[in-house]
């Protein structure tokens, strides 16, 4: 289990060393090729390549991934202040399909944190195949609970 390390004079430094050690203990992640590679106090970037092991009966992307690299960028956002944090609950609507090959990239954002709870919000976008805009997949809205300082 990581611990988040406590760096309260720098928010940004906070910030990358809480996900970087998070992330240097999830064995969930990293196989899937999900890649956490931006962070700022309450936010995160998170980007996946589709693979073929990742496709359904339909030859689409399995709606588990894509709300994978969602949940993966909102775990992230919210532990970037050097406090373990966890999921109370979240919800994603899909709005476009992914295939094997897209690149995947989930933009998660704080909207609001509260005593030990937050709400956050992370829109998966599809690379663009030409020079046109990335292309919304889902958008996700996540809760987040502080864990007691025992529990961590």
Do not use: K, W
């Not at 990335?134 to 809205?141: N, S, T, W």
């Amino acid at each position: 289990m990581y611990q988040p390390p406590h760096n309260g004079a720098d928010p940004q430094r906070t910030a990358e060393e809480s996900v970087a050690a998070m992330m240097a203990a999830d064995v969930s992640a990293g196989p899937l090729g999900i890649d956490v590679d931006r962070v700022a106090p309450g936010r995160a970037r998170a980007t996946m390549r589709v693979t073929p092991a990742m496709v359904n009966g339909h030859g689409l992307c399995h709606g588990g991934y894509v709300f994978l690299i969602a949940d993966t960028a909102f775990a992230a956002a919210c532990n970037t202040y050097g406090v373990a944090t966890v999921a109370a609950g979240a919800d994603i609507t899909f709005v476009a399909a992914a295939r094997a090959g897209d690149l995947l990239t989930a933009h998660a954002t704080e909207r609001t944190r509260y005593g030990r709870s937050g709400l956050y919000d992370a829109t998966v976008t599809r690379a663009a195949a030409s020079a046109g805009p990335d292309e919304v997949i889902a958008e996700f809205r996540g809760r987040s609970r502080a864990l007691p300082a025992a529990r961590r």
